[in-house]
């Protein structure tokens, strides 16, 4: 078998980067992907390497020369590179695909070692490697039926979005034996280069072969394993994250902060959002007007504030909407000029924001603290405000609502804002309407400043939705001039116009959650390696007790199981304990964590 390598292309999205060096030589961590190709295909004893040229041709067979190879690279110079597409450049290998077996493959690619090995050992003798569409991916897709054979070429014409959960996009690696290519491959290649000129693709003769009754053409599904096109930066940037040692992978994806659609079959433990809602009704009503909301500006700021209250309930005059509630809760804290009471571990984001953070650190084993304990430690200080998550983020712990009230009262005599941030709530069980998000305690409190993250509750992170909710108008003058006229986007208002009827819907997705956390600890404390502490919101916190380490774990994880998880090994005042914590996902998503866990620490 032989390998050909197409690399004649220009790749102007990858702009300065290829400007005065050939696309394939584009490096991806300090390792350019030719090379990382080349070395690949190594371990495969290939007869030879032909390796199609064009843009910097001659820096780049330097450089092929001197990587230390032991299978012999022949070059094929395209020398309209800039006028012609790679259905050209294979055309003037054709020669080559007449006289053994071929791998062809392009050069803008990354991969596994295993997406070669699956490929090769595949008895079947012409294949065209395929991956499940993904809504971000460009480029040629195919439908396939059970047997794996392609089906159809698909063209932008035949493209329907509603029906990418059976397309599969092509990985531009194939495998066509010498007979293939000589009766069916070769002879199109010449007849539609002819006809149509060489300003077209090679896989646009794969789908004229397509068309045969006997075109003798199957896929290969990859499903387990990684690879990535690189055409732009940002492509650059996610193979970077991708394929990098298990220790960076983690810091680099979790650093990323969301994004991870571009990420294909990882599971998100980390962050935290309702695995039931919406639901399909609120969502396809979101999607029938999708066009209007996309091509319309958003209400103002004004509007936004009145739907938020309507539907929580309050007085407009009390509410303020932000994209999502970082956004609300940078320039509420930073509107404190002197010291702000803050608890650790907890959400880091309002210590980070104040300017004289006051902490409280919890010295319980399971992380528990009163009402008391915090009115004891605060007693003999200053404070501007005092911030609670309640429950409480990382260690879901929940303190009672008639001990927050006693808490507003206690700060209301030290003339000192109390900070309630209500984002994990509605999935606590622990009593019945516990939420201080009423109008009438608003007015009982005016030194009650309530928070609540729409995006968790409601399970719409993508929207970024956040409430602030006070009486206290001087608080809000001070939040607003920080905020945009336009701060949210037109989606996001109109989920905030209709979610209000959805109501019993997010009620009934709320019992549902309640039982899929209980068994989700249940079969997390089967693992006797872990410790488990109860949580009254969307996730579980999980110390790990046979001395591996929280980041050990997490790597593992990712690496294994291509699952993502919080390491709270660094988190401040969880120090010397090793923490992971974990969101509640569906029932067959937390099975899989679960089983994954097992294996490790088995």
Known sequence: MQAIILAAGMGRRLKKLTEHQPKCMVSVNEVPMIERMLKQLEHYHLNRIILVTGHEGEQLQSFVGSLSLHTPVTFIDNPVYQTTNNIYSLYLAKDYLLQDDTLLLESDLIFEQEVLTQIIRDPYPNLALVAHFESWMDGTVVLLDEQDNIMKFLTRKDFRFEDIH???????????????????????????SKALGNNEYYEQVLKVIS??????????????????????????????????DSQSRLTRLSSRYGGYWRYPGLLDFCYLVNPYFPNSRLMGEIKASFEALCTSYPSGLDINNLLAAKSLGLNKDNVLTGNGAAELIKPLIRSFSNAVGVIKPSFEEYGNCARFPVPFMVSTPDFTYTAKDLMEFYKDQELDALVLVNPENPTGCYMKRSEVLSLASYCMEKQAFLILDESFLDFSSAEEAPSLMTQETLEEYPNLVLIKSISKSYGVPGLRLGILACSDQAVLRLVRQELPIWNINSLAEYFLQIFEKYQSDYKEALKKFKVT???????????????????????????????????????????????????????????????????????????????ALKHILR
């Open 166 to 192: 059976s397309y599969y996009k092509t990985v531009n690696i194939y495998k066509f034996s010498q007979n293939f290519s000589a009766t069916h491959y070769v002879p199109f290649l010449e007849a539609y």
């Open 211 to 244: 068309l045969l009754d006997d075109h003798d053409l199957k896929a290969s599904r990859l499903e387990n394993w990684f690879w990535y096109e690189i055409d732009d930066e940002q492509d650059l940037d996610i193979a970077e994250s991708i394929f990098t």
């Open 517 to 595: 956390r209980k068994k989700m600890f249940e079969e997390l404390c089967s693992i006797r390696q872990l410790k488990l502490y109860p949580s009254e919101a969307n996730f579980i916190l999980c110390e790990i007790t046979d001395g591996c380490s929280a980041s050990q774990i997490a790597e593992l994880l990712l690496n294994r199981y291509n699952i993502l998880v919080k390491d709270l090994s660094h988190k401040p005042g969880m120090e010397g304990r090793e923490f992971i914590r974990v969101a509640v996902r569906t029932e067959s998503d937390n099975q899989r964590l679960a089983d």
